[in-house]
């Protein structure tokens, strides 16, 4: 819509001419407020209810999913259990930019949806409600019970590093990075071709091993390039090897007996982030430049961990 006014029309009707001039400002508002201010409120509190709702149905869309596939048998599943693995959790990694970097409670807010997913679990790891479907896409021998190890660490792992290290550190990234692709493939790489075992454990393989490192590395590179999109982490060459770095101190951990004795899901974290937070700490790696999305956690584990550098959003 355009209103054209002349300068004669103006002087001979003012009235007329600041009535246009009124509708003019009134369309211009109206069209800023459909651009820039997006399908999201405004209100950060209420952005970040809409990001959690929308991202847990995503989540639960994937987990549904794999339900389905597990209570048809398509796959086999132990194969079904680790693509569970790999696809949950980099999907909810994928929604965090639509949280607001104005809202401190907005990593609360993200975790909530794994949060669900853990009383879900320990409820039906307990026994006190029965869903196949769950069991037969968790767990490795379609016993209920499994759920409380492997499954449970997993959510927990990334609930902590939601709320603790949220998505200015680089130390998130090589958690869940190496958590869900990194861990995830070694489990598939080395049952198809962990022919060869490790000298040192021989429940382990070289392939899985290598397949580990290569697919936690090559996960962080993918989400330290998509996070920088959005300002939150630097992206350099420096970030790459610090990356490369902590992915090979996973899959070194994982490889070693004591990963077996406890769970992958507990010591593949545990060693991502204690390396990662020495190794970007060294290299002064952290949010992007005018990040801010900062939490009293967060401020916190920046302290204990000085490796999660931290900077104001915005």
Sequence with gaps: MIVQLS????????????????LCESVCELRGASVGGSMWPESPPLRDAGAAVLTGCVAMAVLRFWEEVGNRALLDQKLCRKLVHISVGLVY??????????????PFLASIVIALNIIKVILIGSGVVKDDGVVNSMTRNGDYRELLKGPLYYACTITLTTVIFWRTSPISIAVICNLCAGDGVADIAGRRFGHVKLPHNPDKSYAGSIAMFFAGFVASILFMCYFHLFGFVEQSWTMVAAFGVTS???AIVESLPVSTLLDDNLTTPIASALVGSLVFYYVGGGGGAGSGDGTSISATAAMVFAGSSYYSEG
């Design 7 to 22: 300068r004669s029309s103006c002087l001979q009707e003012p009235q007329i001419c600041e009535e246009r001039v009124e």
């Design 93 to 106: 990694f994928l929604m965090w930019p639509l949280f607001s970097a104005d809202d401190v409670y907005a």
């Design 248 to 250: 090979l101190a996973a």
